[in-house]
């Protein structure tokens, strides 16, 4: 792969949406026109996955279910988008993917986490990012800034689900400390600053810069 592949997590109300666009802004204006996608989602059978997912008519979901739903919309997204944009060199940021599940499915959940790792590796073939952004959100703050304009399924779990996602996220980065940055609440200003610090050296790979404060 000759591209970069950049992704977004975080609990629910962490702010992913927003940074993710702000790199997005600061690669334009570095002439780097960017491939951004989210799960699940990204693709026309993504988003049909999504409304089953995130829709409220379908709480009767298992977890299992739930974890097949969230890699066959992701299965679709690589294959379709994320791959052919790397070999082609692009930029590719994503708002969540294979953390998501585990943190998610696996530590919210409670699913076997050999059978997450599993699946995310047959639905991504074994792609990981090369830089993850973990946003860390306090799960009642969070949930409540998400779940403004009315809760979508996951968010309306309880909190008790939230809090085990979030130490997911921090057993994820911890383990993975290369790939996986755990990036402090803060101000959207403050965060920004550190995302763009974080990702600058990973663009510079590939000729991209952006400066470590995003200019």
């Known amino acids: 792969m000759s591209g970069v592949f950049i992704t977004f997590e975080g609990g629910d109300g962490a702010g992913k949406t927003t940074q993710m666009r702000l790199l997005a802004e600061a690669l334009l204006r570095a002439g780097v026109e960017p491939v951004t996608v989210r799960e699940p989602g990204g693709t026309l059978t993504g988003e049909s996955i999504r409304e089953i997912l995130l829709g409220p008519a379908h709480d009767e979901l298992t977890a299992v279910a739930e974890l097949f739903l969230f890699a066959a919309s992701r299965a679709q997204l690589t294959a379709q988008v994320i791959r ?43 792609l990981a990012p090369d830089l993850t952004f973990v946003l860390d959100v306090e799960p009642r703050e969070g949930v409540a800034a998400a779940s403004a304009s009315g809760p979508d399924r996951m968010e309306r779990q309880e909190i008790a689900f939230h809090e085990r996602v979030r130490d997911g996220y921090a057993a994820i980065a911890a383990a993975e400390p290369e790939r996986v940055r755990l990036v402090a609440r803060g101000s959207v200003d403050d965060v920004w600053r550190e995302v763009a610090r974080l990702a600058a050296p990973v663009l510079e790979r590939i000729g991209v810069r952006i400066g470590e404060d995003g200019r």
Do not use: F, I, K
């Open 84 to 126: 052919p944009a790397l070999e082609a060199g692009r930029v590719v940021l994503c708002d969540r993917y294979a953390d998501s599940t585990t943190a998610y499915q696996g530590y919210g959940r409670g699913l076997d986490l050999g059978l997450v790792r599993a699946v995310n590796d047959a639905a991504t073939g074994g």
